[in-house]
């Protein structure tokens, strides 16, 4: 019995050790093969200015230094593939769109180690410059939509070989963390705090409805979804735990904040407002305030204030909003807040996107809390959806009896959206 025993553990830690050896001699040949592609790359002519993930976009921008060439390009090169990425590149600098929701699309990248190159052709010869970084920030972790219950994980990182600094992006197929969800939905107000009310019906009950329903219209879909409340209560509006807290804690893709419009005078007419971030493209903004106007059976608003498109709305700060910010500054003795007239007026919009949305809340205002992630660069890309007036008799009815139309309009704009 002992012999044999002997024998066979011998045999055992042989054929481990032996797999050891192959795999430690498959990994260094990968290894190798990778940095193959950065031997003949030129540094120091490209150099990343600002980066950050918005929804599931990816944005890089920046400057260059780079003489005669016929093409340039922004691309993925991997030892076997090369993808061409949107770009609009001129007079030295570059970046992957000019909208904060557009760019590198993530969702899309085959699973796969990359560089990003700017690559250069003349005369049909091809160049490769590395990207340095020239921002405060740099390892970001993305994963990607939940689709047929799978997930890729997404790491993008500067790193360096040699003296060389380069930006490299590694795609794994993975599974989302418990604590990681697809889409926040925030149902506007509760609590202490019932928003709008007509004909004892409050905003705040009819928000949290539709915040219920809708999360499980989404689940049936496949997706992930957070509440930021599941009951009557109040919420605040940083911090951990808090409405835009939440969304950070979650790293969710989108959020939607559902509210109801409601208007001082006898109003004659209701219908739909979708709030988009500044700086977004509004396809998507559209296409929600479409689908819900079609399934619905209701109508665009025809309030004219911030209206961009039929539906679609973008609030900033106005020149009257900047000064009393300034005076509020003023008369509490800290340095005004950096806002504009292009800097996104709700809040559930701009402190959910971290940089790309202008997120400003850090703290120096001591009457409400800080937000602990308005510096960060990857955030959710946000609406704010007006369903409808509380106080219009025909939008109240709908509203109450018609949710379904309502919450199918929504998830048909997402599930195209997110090519669902
Ligand atoms: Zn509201």
Redesign the pocket.
Known sequence: MIPLRKLSLKKILTFFIVIILIITFILKITKKDKLKLLNNTIDNAVQVNKYFIYGNHLNISGDFKIDNYDEIKLVLKSTNNEIELNSNISDGHFESSSYINEGIYLDNIPIGDYFVFLKTTTKDKNKYYNLSNKTNYNDLNYYTITKNKKNNLINIKFSSYSNKEFLSIKVTETKLPDNYYDIVIDA??GGEDP??SYAKHS?SDI?LDYALNLKEALQNIGLKVKLTRDNDTSLDSYGINSRTGIVYETNAKYTFSI???SSEDNIKSGGVEIYSPNGADTSFAENLARHIVNSAQTNFSHNESFKIKDGVYIRTFTKNDINSSITTAKEKGYNPYPITTDTTYYFMIRETGGIATGAYVDGRNKSYDKNPYYNNNIGSESYLM?LGFINYQKDLNNLLYNQEGYINGIVEAIKEEINL
Do not use: D
Request: proline residues 0%.
């Open positions: 506007g107000h928003g709008a905003e928000t509210h109801l419009n007006e």
